[in-house]
């Protein structure tokens, strides 16, 4: 949940395979959703993004397959920058999504949990198996801190 300079508080919801970004400002507005059910028995997520697809059942301002919304912020022009399992940052304004990282891992190789842009526009993205990914918005690229013992690290007293 992020609230902007405006009052305007914008929330995530996730559901399913897929995810509803909603604004509130006295009126609860859907702004974008894309939901999806998978075409298999199959219930893992990260198997289904392999396939041809999930079969989506409800789609509304968003053009890109699905995914989870896995944090937003807003920012200071009143846009909203979401943090996206499969595509990365996505910038959210005028009812358009911009795709703003310029590279992304396929398939949500990194599994992140969480999103801050820090005063000089940085993007920080937690990343839920002991890492942090920092973006620069202004010279698009990244800096990974990713410990490679991830959870599996013994614990020393």
Known sequence: ??????????????????????????????????????????DNFQVLRA????????????????????????LDDESVMVVTEDYGLMRY???????????????????VCGLAITPDKKA?????NSGLIIYDLGRKNYRFFIDKYGSQRPIVQ
């Open 1 to 42: 949940m992020s609230l902007s300079k405006a009052g305007k508080i914008w929330f995530l919801q996730r559901q399913g395979i897929g995810n509803r970004l909603y604004s509130y400002d006295g009126t609860l507005d859907l702004v974008s959703s894309i939901l999806a059910v998978p075409n298999t028995n199959n």
């Open 51 to 74: 396939m041809q697809g999930p079969e989506i059942y409800e789609r509304k301002n968003w053009t890109l397959g699905p995914t989870y919304f896995c944090g937003l912020t807003c």
């Open 93 to 111: 304004d005028n009812k358009k999504w911009e795709r703003i990282s310029t590279y992304w891992p396929a398939n949500g190789f990194l599994n």
């Open 124 to 128: 920080v993205i937690p990343v839920s």
